[in-house]
């Protein structure tokens, strides 16, 4: 079985997407991972982001890197976002993802374009969301627990940008597939959320097709 994750930032995909893989024994790919990689390659090589020849060198980014705990700053965030945008990125990244999703057994992947471009016969597809302020609140929540101190404006400031870049590209642009269902986590907390998760996908296989 295969199910894609897909949502903007912050929007709580990534718990959903881990707890679906613990609960129906899955791997699990968060593909933001593998953006923020070449993002940080592109930087610690001297590069600039929105070039896309740049960006493309960096797309050959050891394994380990991605166990590099600097790829969790909201910095590399912001590097993949502008990274994610040149085409030719997102197709050396394809069949890496699209490898990791026809394993046998299948696999959970979370991102932006799984249920659209990466695996579009995937089993099931969830395409979580939540307004911009709520997404700012917790990214700053847990900024604050963490000891980072950055404004709540900026937070949402840089979450609005995200959100733009991500909807507004031309390849890939984040958007819900048709088939896709919608979580709205606004209102609801991390154990609600990945309830309803896990009910949708538990529906899918009780009904597929
Ligand atoms: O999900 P995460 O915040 O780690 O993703 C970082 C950035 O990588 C996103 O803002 C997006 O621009 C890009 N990305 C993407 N396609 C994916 C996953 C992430 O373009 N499948």
Redesign the pocket.
């Known amino acids: 079985m295969i199910i894609a994750v897909?949502g903007p930032?912050?929007s709580g995909?990534?718990t959903i997407a881990q707890a679906l893989g613990r609960h129906f024994g899955l791997p699990v790919l968060?593909?933001?991972?593998?953006?923020?990689a070449v993002?940080f390659q592109t930087q610690q090589r001297g590069g600039d982001p929105d070039r896309a020849a740049d960006a493309l060198a960096a797309c050959d980014f050891p394994d380990t890197l991605l166990e590099n705990p600097a790829l969790r700053h909201e910095s590399s965030?912001g590097l993949?976002?502008r990274v994610?945008?040149h085409p030719e990125v997102?197709s050396a990244l394809l069949q890496r993802?699209r490898d990791f999703a026809n394993q046998p057994g299948g696999a959970v992947l979370?991102?932006?374009?799984?249920g659209t471009v990466?695996a579009p016969h995937a089993d099931a597809k969830l395409f979580v969301t939540a307004t911009a302020e709520e997404r700012a609140r917790r990214r700053h929540g847990e900024m604050v627990e963490r000891g980072i101190s950055l404004g709540y404006e900026e937070v949402l400031a840089d979450i609005r940008a995200?959100d733009a870049?991500?909807m507004g590209?031309a390849d890939?642009p984040?958007i819900r597939a048709e088939d896709a269902m919608l979580l709205d986590t606004s209102r609801m907390d991390r154990a609600a959320a990945i309830a309803a998760a896990i009910a949708f996908v538990e529906g899918k296989l009780a009904t597929p097709g």
């Not at 968060?30 to 923020?36: A, E, V």
């Not at 979370?110 to 799984?114: E, L, P, Q, T, W």
């Open positions: 897909d930032t912050a995909k990534g968060d593909t933001g991972l593998l953006y923020r993002g965030g993949a976002s994610s945008i997102r993802q979370d991102g932006r374009d799984i990466i995200r870049r991500d590209r890939a984040l």
